[in-house]
């Protein structure tokens, strides 16, 4: 084996964590993909012989070149990163796809991950990179030209957000599968008070239908609202297959319609309530979804 090959070795043991790390600061999965891939190449371009920790190395790598992908959307003033849900993480529903379980490890669903696209680059490469990955400040402030202590200050801002902010979620999958499965009876039998009955008060609805022209991306807040969405919830439950799914580890559905993904519903399932629904139904995003993996 030369040099090179043991270095992409070295590279592919760490890639499963890079892509982990991508992927909670860009919402997006290509996006992760090319963070990773940019690592790579700053990883052939360098003198690491010196490196005793290169996962540590690449990890802090990847953070620097997400920063700068944040950073860039912002300078290009694209759409805000709050203007759309992040991409669902599919599994089957018995949850045997190992690759997806990695990569939304630690209860990174879909509602977390909106409260973090709402955080500024720095605040979100902090709070990731410590509380989410255990790097510490000593190794983050340079990242983002702070000091230790401006990048503790950071993270910890961030971290009252997402605390005040994103659920948390009940962390029996049982559990959340018994109340998801109650939700999606009560719309296909239309029945208001069942639905009402599985919804926390405080629930949140988000729905990504794509660009602006054909709808972009809704909420609606406090269970009232949500219910007022029952004859929605009882077209996608009567008109399409549903098929359960583990989206982003948390118990999901996906409605499929002639073997193409129609929806992705996303549940935040909380003290035995639903307290969020995330629904992805962008067509251009959900044509890139691999049902195969549904089937485990």
């Not at 070795?9 to 919402?27: N, Q």
């Not at 659920?167 to 009560?186: G, I, K, S, T």
Request: glycine share 10%.
């Amino acid at each position: 084996m030369n040099e090179r090959e043991f270095l992409a070795d070295r590279f592919e043991a760490h890639r499963g964590h890079l892509k982990a790390v991508a992927y909670r600061m860009l919402g997006s999965l290509a996006e992760a993909d090319d963070a990773v891939q940019e690592a790579w190449l700053r990883l052939n371009r360098s003198d690491v012989g010196g490196v005793e920790n290169l996962g540590g190395w690449l990890t802090t790598v990847v953070g620097r070149v997400c920063l700068d992908m944040l950073r860039s959307r912002t300078a290009r003033r694209e759409e805000p990163l709050d203007g759309r849900l992040p991409d669902p993480v599919l599994g089957p529903a018995h949850g045997t796809d190992p690759e997806g379980q990695a990569l939304v490890a630690d209860s990174v669903g879909l509602a977390l991950l909106v409260v973090l696209q709402s955080l500024g680059p720095a605040e979100r490469l902090a709070f990731v990179l410590h509380d989410m990955f255990a790097v510490p400040f000593e190794q983050i402030a340079p990242i983002i030209d702070r000091s230790p202590t401006a990048a503790r200050q950071l993270a910890s801002r961030a971290r009252r957000r997402v605390r005040g902010t994103a659920p948390v979620p009940d962390p029996d999958l049982a559990r959340q599968r018994r109340v998801v499965d109650a939700f999606l009876a009560a719309a296909r039998d239309g029945d208001f008070d069942a639905l009402v009955a599985v919804l926390h008060p405080d629930v949140v609805l988000r729905a990504d239908r794509g660009a602006p022209a054909e709808g972009g991306l809704t909420e609606f807040r406090g269970r009232d609202a949500v219910a007022g969405q029952a004859a929605t919830f009882h077209r996608f439950a009567t008109a399409y297959s549903v098929r359960p799914a583990l989206v982003n580890g948390a118990a999901g559905l996906v409605s499929v319609a002639g073997g193409r993904p129609m929806s992705v519903l996303s549940f935040t399932v909380a003290g035995g309530r639903i307290a969020a629904i995330d629904i992805l139904a962008d067509p251009d995003r959900l044509r890139r979804l691999d049902l195969t993996v549904l089937d485990g």
